[in-house]
């Protein structure tokens, strides 16, 4: 590839890649390189615009990473209180088992948040359904920190889904 732009060529402003000289917009970002100055303020409007919503979906993103981080904690807490009552080993290795499953979940959803957060809200249902069947009378105990944690995990998956489309256009993961 040569260094030098030929007479038809040109750099888009914006994301410095060639296009030809009468083209409008850019194909890569869409820059509108050789349209009005109403074209260019909307274009860089609707980045402004896009910038905050992503801005927005990753705290949303974090808190719901820190829910996970938390129900890790309250888990283990959970797990002693349980073993210092009933001295089961059994019931504290699965709670050390889950513990470990969502704080691997969260630091994982650093990377990849949508199927994290998914994983954890699925697993998190799971635990809720497998203890009203265990006992029926746990599904409304603590029912308000259920939904609580729910509506978190279910708030950062959506923005996990946003801003996974908005940086690749997709719809599924």
């Given at each position: 590839m040569e260094n030098t732009l030929?007479?038809?060529q040109l750099v888009c402003s914006f994301c410095k890649i060639e296009i030809?000289?009468?083209v409008v917009y850019c194909p890569n970002c869409g820059h509108p390189e050789n349209g009005t100055d109403k074209e260019r303020a909307q274009f860089f409007a609707k980045r402004a615009m896009q910038k905050n919503k992503n801005i927005d979906a990753g705290q949303k993103i974090k808190s719901a990473r820190n829910t996970l981080?938390?129900?890790s904690s309250l888990v283990i807490v959970f797990g002693?209180?349980?073993y210092s009552s009933s001295g089961s080993t059994i019931e504290l290795a699965m709670n050390f088992f889950v513990a470990f499953i969502y704080l691997a979940l969260a630091f994982w959803s650093e990377k990849k948040p949508f199927i994290a957060l998914l994983v954890g809200l699925l697993l998190y249902i799971t635990l809720i359904?497998?203890?009203a069947?265990?006992?029926p009378l746990s599904l409304v105990k603590g029912f308000?920190?259920?939904i609580i944690i729910i509506s978190y995990l279910g708030k950062g998956l959506y923005s996990a889904n946003e801003l996974r489309k908005t940086t690749t256009g997709d719809t599924v993961q």
């Open positions: 030929t007479q038809e030809e000289k009468d981080f938390v129900l002693f209180v349980m359904a497998v203890s069947i265990i006992e308000i920190w259920k």
